[in-house]
């Protein structure tokens, strides 16, 4: 394998307004080929809406561009996100699941506006739709309406008070379960990617039982670097890539121009001549 295919910049998730991204997909494209990214993939939450914008804007720039998705799951009882990439647009096992999740969506939405209603706020459900529009509805809408009506300052707070995991209760069980979803998605020709394996709340050994059924199930890859994450956080997947048989994949997790240093192809630094790259052999 030639070296062509590492140290090229690189973003395999990111964020667009079809779901709780700040920029249109083609304003992401012509963000990512300002930033240098040579090779890239659009992950909304729970949709594939944004990719054919994208993927026509990539072309006219001669951006290489991956279809992406991130998928809402849980495991044992822990929600989860995974990322899909490189799969055909008319996958009918893919496009059964999204379509899955986006109803669980806006039944979510109701169930989490009950539940705000019960800590005296008013009912938010018919403005959260108004405000989500053609985007998948989701938690940071709520968040929004919670900042605009003033009962919180921030999305941080918002989280923190009211729409957080810990505050979901059961709302949290929503999701396929990971095992379903892996069980459905694999040997469909496309890599299957743990998300941000740092950021739920599993100590190492957990982590460890978790990436050992990912791969079980199908699973193929996993991030070791999203946006600004520890550099030593990333030398511990980089290992854990290189024990499960995962292979490695990175992206910014770019939602909009706001966080510590999020910028499109922006991520911790990873060791690419150690791992196994998941867009190893792509064009
Ligand atoms: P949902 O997909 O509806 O479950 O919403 C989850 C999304 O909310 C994540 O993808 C983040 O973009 C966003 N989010 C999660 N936690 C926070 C937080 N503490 N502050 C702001 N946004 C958050
Ligand atoms: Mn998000
Ligand atoms: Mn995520
Ligand atoms: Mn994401």
Redesign the pocket.
Known sequence: MPDTARYRKIDLHS?STR??GKLSPTALVDLAVEQNVSLFALTD??TIDGVAEASLRSAEHGLSFIHGV?L?TQWNGI?L?MVALNFSLDNSALLSIVKGNQAI?LD?ARRIADLLIKQGLPDLFDEAIALAGES????????QLLIEKGVVK???K???RY??NKKLGQIRDVWPDLEAVLGALSGHNMELVLAHPKRYPLTVSKLKRLLGDFKRWGGTGMEVASGNERPDSVRLLERLSREFGLKASAGS?Y?GPFGPWMQVGKFTQIHESEVDLVWQTWP
């Open positions: 964020h779901s709780d939450h729970d991130e809402s929600p996100h969506r979510r998948q509805l989701g938690r940071p809408h709520f968040a921030d999305a941080n918002a989280f923190d729409l957080g997790d939602h």
